[in-house]
């Protein structure tokens, strides 16, 4: 991070109230930029005139607002996530134009990658399929934003980038067991079975497929190096490159925790993806960022946050 580069700037940061977004601000506070976090409650980003006050005057915009949840949230919402999230990047990005902002940061999903994509996703590969069924409308709503950026790029000039981060994770995650992914959501239901002195726990899906996972401060420090540095149109890839099944992954947390009951996969609930994981060699050679947090010192490092705060989740 370079503190040169921050200084007195005035920073933009859309959902900078949220999970990784704290992360990001309190980063870029010490390195003094001029932050300003639009929360949802006074500015809606899905109206066009909110958009334009909030990026005025802006050098750099982040965009990391967004209707999320895990499987079950996407199922229930597919119309809401994908108009919201398409709404508020397209009017974004259009007022950051309108408003002369120097750069805008998007950061899009990997579920906006398509179902079968061949392991690890290239860049290269976004376009080659239609999405996992159940999180499609999401991808695809974030999905469209790059297209607007390459697009603004070609014909405005606009100094837009677009940042593919895999499955975030860390402290100050989302535990609620309605709308959270997959790490947090073991490991309150693996607590839960501690503490009612329960034999056994049970998670959705098989456990076969596999996924990727960031720490999320990782993904903090990936985004204000590329910020920074990286002004191209092409997609970056966020993540660490190692590939876990969801039972390997179960059974670390379990290990971690203490837990010695059986596990139990409910296989009548949807596994999503088949299998997830990133290229980030475009990421490392663009800008020299590559992830440095081990996945059980990651989860770790949760874990103890979560057995800290739960009393207030």
């Known amino acids: ?160 980038i677009y940042l593919i981060p895999t499955n975030l994770y860390g402290p100050g995650d989302n535990f609620d067991l309605r709308t959270s992914h997959v790490i947090p959501a073991i490991i309150r239901k693996i607590d839960e079975a501690i503490r009612r002195k329960e034999k056994s726990v049970t998670l959705w899906g098989t456990g076969k497929v596999s996924r990727e996972f960031l720490y999320v401060e990782d993904a903090a420090d990936a985004i204000i190096k590329a910020a920074e540095v990286y002004d191209k149109k092409d997609i970056i890839n966020l993540g660490n490159g190692r590939e876990i099944k969801i039972r390997e992954l179960a059974n670390i947390i379990a290990g971690i925790m203490g837990f010695r009951g059986e596990i139990i996969w409910d296989s009548g609930k949807p596994d999503g993806q088949p299998r997830r994981c990133l290229d980030v060699s475009r990421a490392k050679a663009e800008f020299g960022w590559s992830a440095k947090t081990g996945m059980e010192e990651g989860l770790k490092m949760t874990i103890n946050w979560y057995m800290k705060n739960r009393k207030n989740l």
């Not at 990001?24 to 909110?50: M, Q």
């Not at 399929?129 to 159940?134: D, F, I, L, Q």
């Open 1 to 160: 991070m370079s503190p040169d580069f921050w200084q007195g700037k005035k920073v933009v940061v859309t959902g900078g109230g949220g999970f990784l977004g704290r992360f990001i601000t309190d980063k870029l506070k010490k390195n003094g930029a001029d932050i300003f976090i639009p929360r949802s409650k006074e500015y809606d980003l899905r109206y066009r005139e909110v958009c334009a006050k909030v990026v005025k005057n802006a050098d750099i915009v982040i965009h990391l607002a967004a209707v999320v949840g895990g499987i079950g949230a996407n199922m229930d919402n597919p119309g809401r996530f994908f108009y919201e999230n398409a709404i508020m990047g397209i009017q974004i990005i259009e007022e950051a134009r309108n408003a002369g902002v120097k750069k805008f940061v998007c950061i899009g999903t990997v579920c906006a990658y398509p179902k079968f994509t061949p392991v690890p996703f290239k860049e290269k590969d976004i376009w080659n399929g239609y999405p996992e069924e159940t999180n499609a409308p999401y991808g695809l709503a974030k999905k469209m934003l790059s297209v607007q950026l390459q697009s603004y790029r070609q014909q405005y000039g606009f100094n837009g």
